[in-house]
């Protein structure tokens, strides 16, 4: 027992000693890594500065740097995020690479610095200036880019002297702008840099560019802007963001605007962003187009002395050589009885900088305190007294074309189009339609049930009294209303088109406000536009025309009555006041309506719009398209005193 345990004291000393005998390794040192931000730096041709962020955990140096390209720090310690600063000088010879070692122990990283060359021209025959101009990115009175240099095929044609048409400008403090491979530009002696340095290109002005060995090419240039290239109206520019056309009168499209009062006393510059989409009916497939504008900032809007709104409207008057209608329409219903009238002031629009001619700035049909002044009503109102009222409505066969609220009472089946509330709830569309039919069995108080109202039956629908239903219709703005469309002779309104209506709380149905009077008006038509009118049954059943009303009015006495008053009381304003509005008025836009058209025998060069050659021989809708804006004026008033006359004479006889 003894020997074995001896024998086993034995072994583990052995092994002891064996393990003594044996050499353990070090642990071996960490691997070197390095971190870097980015492996490449891409620098403009300017001199300038880029960091780079570099980890290591080593201590690290950079090598590789010259003259042309410098770091700050150029070292750092381990363990420790630093933060170095490359800095590149201008390069004006070719496109150039530079390589930086960044190296720690044994272990390199590379970064690669790229820049472009400006590839300064070495001698003047080498110089090549691939754009001069005068552009609106740097110039704010400059609305279209004014180019001296133009890339015709593979060749830059130069134009030593440009004109500045449309609108009125400071030639004295504009900055030219250009690309070229020279090494600097001057005028005299003064350095110039693109779009930065001003001049007077009021007289003739040198450039000189020079090239590397000091050798130059010179350029000449000279701006005019001559009196009869503007009209002085005020200018409306609208840009685009994207910069392209508005194509859609369903999508707005975002820009900005910019009011030049181009002099005009009273009137403020102004600027901000808006939203851009087109509109009209038939006006819309016309090559001059209309466009409504719905500003971002409604304090941005107090448009040439206009109350502030977000909503306007761009009338284009294309069809209308006098350019007149709409504005002396809307100067007439300004001294009726109607609530309220759109005020609208002439411009000059540009739009992406093309230039588009002389438009109708008009504030467009919205309720609002200084518009339609009836309280708006939200479209999830079910209250029985608060849905009377907030109905902003619209009369017209183009009732199918994108509207989403409309209909037709049951006896006169005029369409009704419901402006607002937008998407009026089943509730209060239930409302305004039992309103139109309650109506009417006053206004056709004994036409049989389910009987259609046109010529065939008129003589069913009995004799209103309007003192029985003068609490549901104010009798004074359908009047009025009547008055101006018979005046005009608006034949549009006979379909009907753009009749608009409205209703506030509690209140009656009024008649207003005035639209769309750009189109077979003011044509001197001796025959009644609405006092007697109704459609036929053919017309009755394709639904192209039906009555507003007034027909059925007028067989009530004291309706008549009221009506001959009223237009008693007119006459004089009618009579002398219209006439000298239409002389002062076309005074004011001659010059653009001038500017605005091409005539008969002028080339593209004389004006923006052409007349179709089927409007050389009969003149389009108002027969006056192949006359001189100055002819068709004259035209105009002739005609409107032509059928004041006659309707003097008709109603007097009442």
């Known amino acids: 027992m003894k020997k074995c345990r001896n024998l086993l004291l034995l072994t583990v000393c052995l092994l002891s000693f064996i393990v003594s005998c044996v050499k353990i390794p070090d642990s071996p040192a960490p691997s070197i890594s390095i971190s870097i931000s980015s492996e490449v730096l891409h620098f403009a041709d300017t001199s300038g500065s880029q960091t780079l962020t570099i980890n290591s955990n080593s201590d690290w140096t950079i090598s590789g740097t010259n003259a042309n390209c410098s770091v700050s720090p150029s070292s750092g310690k381990k363990n420790s995020e630093t933060i170095v600063i490359v800095t590149i000088s201008e390069n004006i010879d070719t496109d150039r690479e530079f390589y ?74 504009l900055k030219a702008s250009w690309k070229s491979n020279t090494s600097k530009v001057t005028i005299a002696e003064n350095t110039q840099k693109s779009g930065i340095t001003v001049n007077n290109f009021s007289n003739l002005v040198t450039y000189r560019f020079y090239a590397k060995n000091n050798t130059y090419i010179e350029y000449s240039v000279k701006l005019s802007n001559p009196e009869n290239s503007y009209s002085g109206l005020p200018l409306l520019v609208l840009t685009t963001n994207d910069n392209t056309d508005i194509t859609s009168k369903e999508d707005w499209k975002g820009g900005k605007f910019k009011i030049d ?28 187009k209309p466009y409504n ?23 284009a008057n294309y069809a209308d050589k006098t350019g007149l209608r709409n504005k002396v329409t809307f100067e007439i219903g300004k001294h009726s009885n109607l609530k309220w009238t759109p005020d609208s002031r002439f411009v000059e629009v540009i739009l992406n900088g093309k230039f588009l001619g002389n438009y109708l700035l008009t504030e467009q049909i919205k309720i609002d305190s200084k518009r339609v002044n009836i309280e708006e009503v939200d479209n999830t109102e079910t209250n029985s007294e608060k849905i009377t009222g907030g109905w902003l409505l619209e009369i017209d066969r183009y009732y199918s074309f994108g509207e989403t609220r409309y209909f037709r009472p049951t006896i006169s089946q005029i369409p009704v189009i419901v402006k607002e509330p937008e998407d009026a709830n089943s509730t209060q569309m239930n409302y305004i339609q039992n309103f139109f039919n309650q109506l009417e069995k006053f206004i056709f108080p004994d036409l049989p049930q389910n009987t259609k109202y046109h010529s065939g039956t008129a003589n069913l629908a009995g004799t209103p009294d309007t003192t029985k239903f003068n609490n549901l219709l104010d009798i004074s703005t359908f009047i009025d209303f009547w008055l101006i469309q018979e005046l005009t002779g608006n034949e549009d309104s006979r379909l009907p ?17 005035l639209w769309d009077f750009d189109q077979t008006t003011y044509l ?11 459609p036929n049954e053919d ?47 076309y005074a004011k836009i001659a010059k653009s309506q001038d500017i605005n058209w091409i005539e008969v025998n002028e080339n593209s060069s004389q004006g923006i719009w052409a007349i179709s050659e089927d409007e050389k021989i009969g ?25 004041l006359l006659w309707l003097n004479n008709q109603i007097s006889t009442w």
């Open 293 to 315: 504008l719905k500003l971002k900032e409604k304090s941005a809007g107090t448009f040439l002395g206009m109350n502030p709104h977000k909503r306007w409207v761009l009338l």
């Open 619 to 643: 003149g389009g809708r108002n027969h006056d398209k192949h006359l001189t804006p100055a002819e068709a004026v004259t035209k105009m008033k002739n005609r409107y005193m032509q059928r």
């Open 100 to 173: 930086l070692n960044i190296k720690a122990g044994e272990v390199t990283k590379k970064v690669t610095i790229k820049q472009p060359g400006k590839n300064y021209a070495n001698d003047k025959a080498d110089i090549i200036v691939t754009e001069f101009s005068i552009s609106p990115k740097y110039n704010n009175s400059i609305y279209s880019e004014i180019e001296f240099i133009k890339k015709i095929g593979s060749v830059y044609e130069f134009t030593s002297e440009q004109v500045i048409k449309y609108y009125k400008t400071d030639l004295t403090t």
């Open 497 to 513: 088109g753009s009749v608009y209506m409205y209703k506030d709380t509690n209140g009656k149905l009024c008649a207003g406000p």
């Open 539 to 585: 017309e009755y059943n394709s639904l192209e025309y039906r009555t507003i009303y007034f027909r059925q009015l007028f067989k009530d006495p004291k309706f008549k009555a009221r009506a001959k008053d009223r237009w008693n009381e007119f006459y004089n304003y009618l009579l002398n006041d219209v006439p000298d509005f239409i002389d002062n008025e």
């Open 261 to 288: 009062p181009q002099g005009n006393s009273g009137i403020n510059e102004l600027s901000g962003e808006t939203d851009i989409k087109g509109r009209g009916n038939s006006t819309w497939n016309m090559p001059k």
């Open 524 to 534: 001197g038509t001796l025959y009644w536009m609405h006092y007697d009118y109704i």
